[in-house]
């Protein structure tokens, strides 16, 4: 979530990244290797939630998800920041 936010990508959170909301949630679809296994709180959020993995990857939290390699992940309803600054629509 953090490295969507420093691209210029608004990312939807309630809890601010505590891990508590799951509005953050990504499907995994490749390139997971290496990667940490589900946190704590990805368990017990994820474990409550009403996401499903659509694509047959692994649900994660953005939040709680750290990365140091290329990979590739589902989201829908993401959007540049520079559209949400514009009540969400394209300027013009
Ligand atoms: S932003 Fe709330 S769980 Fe990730």
Known sequence: MGAAQRAGIKWPTVCGGAGECAVCYIEVLGG???T???T???KTVLGRSIHRPKQGGTLRLACQFRVNHNLKVHRIGIRPAQNAAAGGRAAG
Request: proline share 11%.
């Open 40 to 42: 704590n709180a990805e």
């Open 36 to 38: 940490q296994p589900l």
């Open 32 to 34: 997971d290797d290496g």
